[in-house]
């Protein structure tokens, strides 16, 4: 394994190990066991439901674990593997990286979140990945509502060597757009990254101002935007799942980027968020450096999350 994959295995694997550690104290004890009881099975469902694994991911597990322990003699790591087997299963079908394939270009990747989440972090990740495979990429400051918000976003596309088109703070985020989209038209830039306002405690101004963005979009490409990525912060926990209902009524969410898992992060909630949305998880961020976005694995997720080996 080369030393870049190394360095952000291990910090997925270092940000997990607070959800892991709680599974696998739960874990280690019963499963030393010959078999497992009816109440050893309900330590170990309680366990993933405290590890944010939500309920219904946590039953699935339990019914595979009652139905292979009479077949198997389980030892510590088998049930291990039946757990990380389940989650990468559930993970699996919804796994799915950002395509660039709009045509007429550019692509347009509306990106929203609440403030905090992460989402400049990401939006200059993902640039960055997009550059790494030869597409011109172009950053539009769609959030108008904090002038830090663009600056920020200017200061790592300076260091991304790309173009930000912004208007003044507190201006119109969607005429922001408008001419971004035009932009990037004229100079023939594959991918159009937008950032927008967080302000979720506002439900109605968001909409309105994603509704708006919506139709300026439309008028200049009726397919546009092409992608509406959430970013979401693991370390909210459950929070994190009232996040995506919010944002499902208030936009369309094409999919999702999860944030700060190599923190005090609760990988679990990723797991419930796929089984109770089934949108598709595009990226995680495991750092904040620019290299700290990697397309997301299921099986890599699963074993970081049960404890398995980096
Ligand atoms: N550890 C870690 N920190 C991250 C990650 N992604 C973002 N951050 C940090 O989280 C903080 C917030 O990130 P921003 O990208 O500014 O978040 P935002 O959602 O744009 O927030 P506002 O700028 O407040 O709107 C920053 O300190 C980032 O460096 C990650 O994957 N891991």
Do not use: C
């Amino acid at each position: 394994m080369n030393e870049e994959k190394k360095g952000w295995r291990d910090k997925l694997f270092g940000g997990l190990r607070k959800t892991s550690g709680k599974l696998t104290e739960n874990l280690t004890g019963l499963v030393t066991k010959a078999k497992l009881d009816s109440a050893d099975l309900d330590e170990i469902e309680e366990a993933l439901i405290v590890s944010d694994l939500g309920p219904a991911t946590a039953s699935q597990i339990r019914e595979k674990l009652a139905s292979e322990r009479f077949e198997k003699g389980l030892d510590e790591e088998g049930v291990r593997l039946i757990v990380e087997d389940e989650i990468a299963n559930i993970l699996s079908p919804v796994a799915k990286p950002i395509e660039i394939d709009a045509f007429p270009r550019p692509q347009v990747i509306l990106v929203i979140g609440v403030n905090g989440s992460g989402k400049t972090t990401t939006i200059a990740k993902l640039a960055h990945l997009f550059l790494e495979q030869d597409y011109g990429v172009m950053l539009a400051a769609g959030d108008t509502f904090r002038a830090a918000a663009i600056g920020q976003l200017q200061v790592w596309a300076e260091r991304l060597g790309i173009k930000t088109v912004s208007g003044p703070e507190g201006g119109d985020a969607a005429g922001v757009v408008f001419d971004a989209v035009k932009q990037a038209t004229a100079e023939g830039i594959d991918v159009l990254i937008v950032d927008t306002a967080g302000r979720l405690q506002n439900k109605r101004e968001l909409m309105d101002e994603l509704a708006k963005i919506r139709r300026v979009l439309g008028r200049l490409n009726p397919e546009a935007p092409h992608d509406v990525v959430l970013v979401l912060d693991a370390t909210t926990g459950q929070n994190a799942l009232s996040q995506i209902e919010v944002f499902k009524e208030v936009a369309d969410v094409t999919g999702i980027v999860m944030t700060k898992l190599d923190g005090s992060a609760r990988g679990g909630i990723l797991v419930a968020a796929a089984k109770q949305f089934g949108l598709p998880i595009h990226a995680i961020g495991v750092g904040e450096t620019i290299d700290d976005l990697r397309p997301f694995d299921p099986r890599d997720l699963a074993r970081a999350i049960t404890g398995g080996a980096a």
